[in-house]
């Protein structure tokens, strides 16, 4: 059995997050990336967060939501979300639901890498 989890470290001074074991990503690793996120912010961390979706192929509502939250922390802190490695299925549910505008896309993490420090 699968046990859903996520990985906040730092990779050339930026926040990487991944998911694990998350082929359908539920709200509770979201909820626990906010967390590790805040942490990471308050302990002086660049408030900038790179999201890896590798290995993700479905997001629902809950899950989504928790990414508006997250953003919302994110720019609290003066940060930029750059989400990468979306499988179609996963960027066709932030677009349906409206939630593409709010966020940067793009295609793997050395392009996210690199658009954070232009």
């Known amino acids: 059995m699968l046990s859903p989890k996520v990985e906040l470290r730092t990779e050339q001074g930026i926040l990487y997050a991944e998911f694990w074991d998350c082929l359908r990503l539920d709200p509770a690793p979201v909820k626990d990336l906010l967390s590790k996120y805040k942490t990471a912010a308050a302990e002086g961390s660049r408030p900038d967060l790179i999201i890896d979706f590798s290995g993700v192929t479905f997001a629902g509502s809950a899950a989504l939501s928790g990414f508006v939250?997250?953003?919302?922390?994110?720019?609290?802190?003066?940060?930029?979300?750059?989400?990468?490695?979306?499988?179609?299925?996963?960027?066709?549910?932030?677009?349906?639901?409206?939630?593409?505008?709010?966020?940067?896309?793009?295609?793997?993490?050395?392009?996210?890498?690199?658009?954070?420090?232009?």
Do not use: Y
């Open 69 to 118: 939250n997250l953003q919302r922390t994110c720019r609290q802190n003066g940060g930029r979300i750059l989400l990468c490695n979306l499988e179609p299925t996963v960027s066709e549910a932030f677009r349906l639901s409206r939630l593409d505008s709010m966020f940067s896309f793009v295609a793997d993490p050395p392009a996210a890498f690199q658009a954070l420090d232009a």
